[in-house]
């Protein structure tokens, strides 16, 4: 029997390992486990030293084992983020119960959330706010993109209070809104900004502060969509939206002069679009069937690894430079 619950463990985290499960590849699975398996172990010790009101009597290695492991853990909760699989089909895997797999992903769930967004060619720098965001593009050179995005979500109750700020306007769903921010190269540098789906995109950035951001950092410049054009008008020098198409008696040169420069500024813009598709890979920010309250911690946890996966894509400058290099050692 025991011999058994060995091989069918064995063949779960071989499983749940492959990238086409866990959505991480193996490499970037164990930089994940050993950046974030102190960080677990430091808070169960907290838990268990507050549930037993004072430090263990009993020598390290002594008392019940836990049923999952870290490594098991952190596997069950990226396949859950990947594909919002059941907690029943993850329990059923492991041969565990499923309030046991509910525990393990609430809790890598949240370290996973608060690592923040990788810098690209900045190894170890993470930015986890606006502030930060604004404070690398002014000493980086960087001009930002930012677009928001929608995910359907579960109808709240009758009655409930709120119930209709969910309701979003464009899409005529119940959805929650995020803002995605990217460099010209659609790598991830902040997702969040989480908001009910019935808050225009430019009110939910003024209420995190972008406003303040943007008079903070003038050098900062962005590239915005027609959403946002309260903001182009308000910092003409710094945000950049698609220009006001001219009325119906203009001339036909002035409207070939405002489609070439909407033309230029979407091409410009476009990279943040292809960011937003990059988060829509991951089944829970197509459609979330969770709680809304974890949505946020969600949305965070996914964001994070995609934007590992993107700091490390190589600048377009580095690569040019680079051909130049062998071009010239050739001749």
């Not at 009325?247 to 033309?263: L, V, Y």
């Not at 964001?303 to 071009?327: I, K």
């Amino acid at each position: 029997m025991r011999v058994g619950l060995v091989v069918k463990l064995t063949w779960a985290r071989t499983a749940c390992s492959h990238p086409a499960l866990s959505g991480v590849s193996r490499a970037h699975f164990g930089e994940l486990f050993a950046e974030l398996a102190a960080p677990w172990e430091a808070a169960r010790q907290s838990a268990l030293r507050e549930a037993r009101g004072g430090e263990r009597r009993r020598a390290p290695g002594a008392g019940r084992k836990p049923k999952l492991v870290f490594c098991d853990r952190l596997l069950l909760t990226l396949v859950h983020l990947r594909h919002q699989l059941p907690h029943e089909v993850l329990a059923e895997l492991y041969d565990v119960d499923r309030s046991t797999v509910s525990t393990a992903i609430r809790q890598v769930r949240s370290l996973l959330a608060a690592r923040g967004f990788a810098v690209p060619n900045r190894p170890g720098v993470r930015l986890r706010t606006l502030e930060d965001l604004f404070a690398y593009a002014e000493a980086e050179g960087v001009e930002p993109r930012l677009d928001g995005a929608e995910t359907q979500v579960r109808r709240p109750q009758a009655g409930r209070p709120g119930r209709r700020a969910f309701i979003s306007g464009k899409r005529r769903q119940n959805t929650i809104k995020t803002t995605t921010f990217s460099d010209g190269q659609g790598r991830m540098l902040l997702s969040g900004i989480v908001r009910p789906g019935r808050m225009h995109d430019q009110t939910a950035v003024r209420t995190e502060g972008i406003a303040e951001q943007l008079r903070l950092h003038p050098s900062v410049k962005s590239q915005v969509d027609a959403g946002y054009a309260g903001l182009a008008k308000e910092f003409p020098d710094q945000v950049t939206a698609p220009p006001k198409k001219p009325k119906g008696e203009a001339s036909d040169g002035d409207k070939r002069a405002w489609n070439e420069a909407r033309r230029r500024q979407s091409s410009a813009r476009i990279c943040v679009e292809h960011t937003n598709a990059e988060l829509r890979q991951w089944t829970p920010l197509r459609r979330f069937t969770g709680r809304r309250d974890t949505y946020a911690e969600t949305h965070l946890a996914i964001a994070g690894l995609v934007s590992d996966r993107a700091a490390r894509r190589p600048t377009q400058r580095r690569a040019s430079t680079e051909l130049v290099l062998v071009r010239n050692s050739t001749c």
